[in-house]
């Protein structure tokens, strides 16, 4: 089955397994998700990320963090840009999730990357999804 929005569907699938308390969560690869998905293991909010080659796709396997409490670390996921409307920032008018306590990862000319380091590296790009 030919999925459309593949951010949309890695998205959706952390969201509902961090939602029912799963230690992990399987996503069909590709180097734009693999990136996303280092982009939120190094912010914290994954725990880790193991990728599995096959002779076809390949598999990302994800294990999610939670608090001592249970509760996911992950409080939101949104798919920004989407493929019938897509929403572009320049360095200056970079969005702030949550002001600033959230992350927004924008895919730049630069490689995918988190709005912090978009705003450093002074590129812009297109605004893929926000994290908080």
């Known amino acids: ?28 690869a590709s180097n734009l998700k693999k ?4 982009i939120l293991v190094d912010e914290g909010y994954i725990k ?3 990728v599995t080659e096959d002779n ?3 598999t990302i396997t ?11 670390v992950i409080a939101g996921l949104k798919r920004v840009s989407k493929p019938g409307l897509r929403i572009y920032a320049n360095c200056e008018d970079m969005p702030k999730v949550m ?4 992350t927004a990862i924008i895919s730049t000319s ?7 380091a978009a705003r450093a590296a002074h590129v812009g790009g297109e605004v893929l999804a926000f994290v908080w």
């Open 1 to 28: 089955m030919q999925i459309t929005d593949p951010i949309a569907d890695l998205l959706t699938r952390i969201r509902n397994a961090s939602t029912a308390k799963h230690p992990s969560v399987d996503i069909p």
């Open 35 to 38: 990136a996303i998905c280092q």
């Open 48 to 50: 880790g990320m193991k």
């Open 56 to 58: 076809k796709q390949g």
């Open 62 to 72: 994800l294990t999610l963090k939670y608090q001592e409490n249970g509760t996911p």
């Open 99 to 102: 002001k600033g306590l959230g």
């Open 110 to 116: 630069k490689g995918v990357m988190t709005d912090k």
